[in-house]
């Protein structure tokens, strides 16, 4: 049978050296792992973003804490009209001691109620905002009254103001020499907009006495609206 050659690896001399042609493999290098560096600003950020969360969660819990139901206006109501219960609904703020509100457990009590003024949708309901009387009250008669711009005054008029509705002569007679006639008015409700021709209609309240005379003159366009009284 054939005989295999065998090898035999030199063994190394006395003095540690590998023999003559042989070579020493050199042993990897072991790189240390990187020192993590601190970053204080980082820890300072993260620290105050901390503190941040918990101020803002401690405000909405105690925001939430403080908050009460009241009486709110679903859809708009105009001056003098009966309040429904489809006319209210109800909605949750921070009390504010400037804001008079209904409470919402009173809402069963502001039915039936009038509007002593207009009042909008999405708006909150104050407790002057309604009243028992009737719109005109005894003795006094509502009246529309339709003006142009030139018939009123620059300044916007509102609900309570006292006004003078003035006879005006026609546009080729001179001015009259003695003081027109005149009734005192209180305004009650500012139509929205001018119609086609610029004409609004202002609703105001007279004297019983003095409403079919003043409907008459209103009829000939021949008024001015005068604003008398600068308190608001």
């Given at each position: 049978m054939?005989?295999?050659?065998?090898t035999a690896t030199a063994p190394p001399t006395n003095n540690g050296t590998p023999p003559p042609g042989k070579t020493v493999p050199e042993?990897?290098?072991i790189t240390p792992a990187p020192r993590l560096r601190r970053r204080p600003k980082l820890i300072a950020l993260a620290v105050a973003l901390i503190a941040l969360g918990g101020a803002l969660s401690a405000y909405i819990w105690t925001a939430n804490s403080d908050a009460v139901s009241v009486v709110a206006i679903s859809r708009s109501v105009q001056r003098g009209q009966a309040i429904t219960d489809a006319d209210l609904s109800t909605a949750t703020i921070t009390p504010d001691p400037a804001l008079h509100t209904v409470p919402s457990s009173q809402r069963s009590t502001i039915l039936g109620k009038r509007a002593s003024t207009d009042l909008a949708a999405g708006s909150i309901l104050t407790p002057t905002a309604t009243t028992t009387d009737l719109i005109p009250p005894a003795g006094r008669s509502l009246v529309g009254v339709a003006v142009t711009a030139a018939q009123l005054p620059a300044s916007p008029l509102v609900a309570g103001d006292t006004v003078r509705i003035i006879d005006t002569p026609r546009k080729q007679d001179d001015p009259p020499t003695g003081t027109p006639n005149s009734v005192?008015?209180?305004?009650?409700?500012?139509?929205?907009?001018p119609d086609a021709n610029g004409v609004s209609l202002v609703d105001v309240t007279v004297p019983t006495t003095d409403a079919a005379a003043l409907a008459a003159h209103i009829a000939t366009a021949r008024i001015a609206i005068v604003l008398d009284s600068g308190e608001r």
């Amino acid at each position: 049978m054939p005989t295999r050659a065998s090898t035999a690896t030199a063994p190394p001399t006395n003095n540690g050296t590998p023999p003559p042609g042989k070579t020493v493999p050199e042993l990897p290098t072991i790189t240390p792992a990187p020192r993590l560096r601190r970053r204080p600003k980082l820890i300072a950020l993260a620290v105050a973003l901390i503190a941040l969360g918990g101020a803002l969660s401690a405000y909405i819990w105690t925001a939430n804490s403080d908050a009460v139901s009241v009486v709110a206006i679903s859809r708009s109501v105009q001056r003098g009209q009966a309040i429904t219960d489809a006319d209210l609904s109800t909605a949750t703020i921070t009390p504010d001691p400037a804001l008079h509100t209904v409470p919402s457990s009173q809402r069963s009590t502001i039915l039936g109620k009038r509007a002593s003024t207009d009042l909008a949708a999405g708006s909150i309901l104050t407790p002057t905002a309604t009243t028992t009387d009737l719109i005109p009250p005894a003795g006094r008669s509502l009246v529309g009254v339709a003006v142009t711009a030139a018939q009123l005054p620059a300044s916007p008029l509102v609900a309570g103001d006292t006004v003078r509705i003035i006879d005006t002569p026609r546009k080729q007679d001179d001015p009259p020499t003695g003081t027109p006639n005149s009734v005192a008015a209180t305004v009650v409700r500012i139509g929205a907009t001018p119609d086609a021709n610029g004409v609004s209609l202002v609703d105001v309240t007279v004297p019983t006495t003095d409403a079919a005379a003043l409907a008459a003159h209103i009829a000939t366009a021949r008024i001015a609206i005068v604003l008398d009284s600068g308190e608001r």
